[in-house]
């Protein structure tokens, strides 16, 4: 309880980009106080989320931004383009972009799930969240860390906690 | 009572509970064996061209190599496996099984002619039910289909798979296309509206490489290739969807040992994770798939030191996938009573009878 207070307090706010820098359905990656951070753009709305997968640290936000595709059995193929994932370069896995969930379990069950954002501004806050699809996700065992990104006048301007910033993979 | 399997051992002593053999062979003896159970027309060509029988059988077993038959259960003048009487002597009476399921694969489709490798089917499964079903009520059997032709396959399927101690259909290991592929669904429709297993087999057409990588030159390097052919056959069901399509399908791995599958599983259940889309039907990981939809018999155990072996069974992870079988008349030098001290106690019963028992409804 304690730590998670202290967190709470040393959550800082930095400016990161200009809101043109990243085009809608792009994303770019940016290094915030020595963190690297993926923006991304999903139809004028913005996300954020640390550029280094849950799984075994990959480079996530280096991956590609793909729809969902599913199915219910051979031959039948869908493609769900309002569901944004982005696949981590070393594994492939999928993370979805606005909430960090990892999904390569698309079985069919309507589930819904509770998410915790673990860092930024709504981190105290459990948020109940339901996938676009909720008849045919279930989310995997992982979660990337996303970020609070806001839009102020021109700017992005990210949340995140100073007190476990640290040296970043692969960050030169 | 003993046989060589047994190692000096009475069949009590080794395990006192039920067995079921989930796989015994039934061999031909020569093509005219068939003939009464062959359209006249059949036999005609076969004499006409002095043709005696498909090539594969052959190729899986060469009559005079070692893993063909046990010294002790070849007989002089004989066909080793060739009627009911040599198996309950050699199996049925010394092992005191309940059921055992008859296996006769004649390579059937090694023959290419359309009409004569459906007719040759029909023989071998005639042949079966009246020369070894009809004469030991311990008895359960595959039927044989050509498997290259599927509308021919599902038709045969339609003609014997409803008979009560049918109890699988056998498609051999080794064929030209990967079975997951969607030419053969309408016969795993077959199968599964009859609830029958599909016994993927040892052996198959001569076309079929028995490596992934081409035909090997020596006998000794074709028999270990074939294994390989395992793998490949089961990542393509898997892959293909085909327990998506056909959910109550379950598959026998015969002959093909089990000591790879967990090194499978890991490189499939990853591969999966991150590639699963291309495949979006495949709706959990491909070992789990394993674990829901195959079954494998220890005949070959493939046993390492008995310690590395124990991890072997744990890494599969279930107690439910292993089924008791001699195999005969094929020799596999391995150590049936060691493999079962080595199990957990709740998994013995299991592997002796009862994992068969549900699979094929026995
Ligand atoms: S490190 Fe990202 S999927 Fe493995």
Redesign the pocket.
């Known amino acids: 309880m304690e730590a998670r207070k202290k967190t709470a307090r040393e959550v800082e706010r930095h400016i990161v980009a200009r809101v043109g820098d990243v085009p809608e359905g792009e994303h770019r990656i940016f290094s915030v106080a020595g963190r690297e951070i993926g923006i991304f753009n999903v139809r004028g709305e913005y996300f954020a989320l640390r550029n280094r ?1 849950p ?4 480079p ?1 936000c280096e991956g590609e931004v793909l729809g969902l595709v599913y199915s219910s059995k051979p031959g039948d193929v869908r493609f769900d383009g309002s569901k944004r994932l982005i696949t ?1 370069p ?4 999928e993370f979805d972009v606005k909430t960090g969930q990892s999904y390569f379990n698309p079985r069919l069950k309507a589930r819904r799930y509770t998410v915790e954002t673990s860092v930024g501004e709504a981190s105290r806050e459990r948020q109940e969240a339901v996938p676009e699809n909720p008849d045919e996700l279930e989310p995997g065992p992982y979660k990337a860390e996303v970020l609070q990104v806001k839009e102020e006048g021109e700017y992005l301007v990210v949340a995140m906690p100073k007190s476990t910033a640290g040296r970043e993979r692969g960050a030169s | 009572m003993t046989t060589p399997l047994l190692e000096g051992k009475s069949r009590r002593e080794l395990w006192s509970g039920p067995i079921i053999d989930c796989d015994v062979h039934a061999n031909v003896p020569s093509l005219e064996a068939l003939f009464p159970y062959q359209e006249e027309v059949w036999a005609q060509f076969a004499r006409d061209r002095g043709w005696g029988g498909p090539t594969g059988v052959d190729i899986a077993y060469p009559a005079g190599a070692p893993t063909t038959a046990r010294p002790e259960w070849r007989s002089e003048g004989s066909v080793p496996a060739s009627d009911v009487a040599m198996l309950r002597e050699h199996i049925l009476e010394p092992w005191d099984v309940e059921r055992a399921v008859l296996n006769c694969y004649y390579a059937v489709d090694s023959l290419r002619h359309p009409d004569w490798a459906a007719a040759l089917a029909r023989s071998v499964n005639d042949w079966v039910v009246a020369e070894w079903l009809d004469k030991d009520p311990r008895l359960v059997a595959s039927m044989v289909v050509p498997a290259r032709d599927p509308a021919a396959a599902v038709k045969e399927i339609e003609r014997v798979g409803d008979h009560p101690r049918i109890v699988q259909v056998l498609m051999p290991v080794r064929s030209e296309r990967l079975y997951g592929q969607r030419v053969f669904f309408p016969i795993y429709e077959a199968m599964t509206r009859r609830d029958l297993v599909m016994g993927l087999h040892w052996g198959g057409t001569p076309e079929g490489e028995p490596s992934t990588g081409g035909f090997p030159s020596w006998y000794a390097e074709e028999y270990a290739a074939e294994t390989q052919s395992y793998g490949a056959q089961i990542t393509s069901l898997i892959a293909e969807g085909v327990f998506q399509q056909f959910p109550d399908m379950r598959v026998a791995v015969l002959e093909g040992g089990f000591t790879w599958v967990p090194g499978w599983g890991w490189r499939m259940n990853a591969e999966w994770k ?1 590639l699963r889309r291309e495949i979006p039907w495949v709706d959990r990981p491909p070992m789990d798939i394993i674990r829901d939809h195959f079954r494998f018999s220890i005949a070959p155990i493939d046993a390492g030191p008995p310690q590395e072996m124990a991890k072997i069974i744990k890494w599969i992870g279930t107690e439910d996938i292993l089924m008791f079988a001699t195999d005969y008349p094929h020799m596999h030098n391995d150590d049936v009573g060691a493999f079962l001290e080595l199990l957990p106690e709740s998994m013995r019963r299991k592997v002796m009878a009862d994992t068969a028992r549900d699979l094929y409804r026995l």
């Open positions: 997968c799984h075994l640290g990959g996530l981590c070393w594994h492939g896995w | 991150g």
